[in-house]
């Protein structure tokens, strides 16, 4: 069973940077695509970008490219994401997800979904 555990979310100032790390095991992920969600009050889940485990393609959604960066870790299966410049737009809870369809932006196309860790960004 394929078990995805997020952390590192936390208060921060607009302008601050935050890492986020996702711990996967349960499964080999060679033929996974990893990828960040986010979620704020009131608001659809929110595709933030994807990694694909074999190769480290990446991939992001327009509002974080450039100051968002995914990177996979294969040795210690974790998958990372690095904030820059966050904005108290990008206040959410973040999920780390794990599907087979690379670039996809649909949360119903991953199969395996951590429980989220909170990212607020104070103005």
């Known amino acids: 069973q394929v078990q995805l555990v997020e952390s590192g979310g936390g208060l921060v100032q607009a302008g601050g940077s935050l890492r986020l790390s996702c711990a996967a095991s349960g499964s080999t992920f060679a033929r996974y695509t990893m990828a960040w969600f986010r979620q704020a009050p009131g608001k659809e889940r929110e595709f933030v970008g994807c990694?694909?485990?074999?190769?480290?393609?990446?991939y992001y959604a327009d509002s974080v490219k450039g100051r968002f960066t995914i990177s996979r870790d294969t040795a210690l299966n974790t998958v990372n994401l690095q904030m820059n410049s966050l904005k108290p737009e990008d206040t959410a809870v973040y999920y780390c997800?794990?599907?087979?369809?690379?670039?996809?932006?649909?949360?119903?196309?991953?199969?395996?979904w951590g429980q989220g860790t909170q990212v607020t960004v104070s103005s």
């Open positions: 997800a794990a599907g087979l369809q690379f670039g996809s932006t649909t949360a119903g196309r991953y199969d395996y």
């Open positions: 990694v694909r485990w074999s190769f480290g393609t990446t």
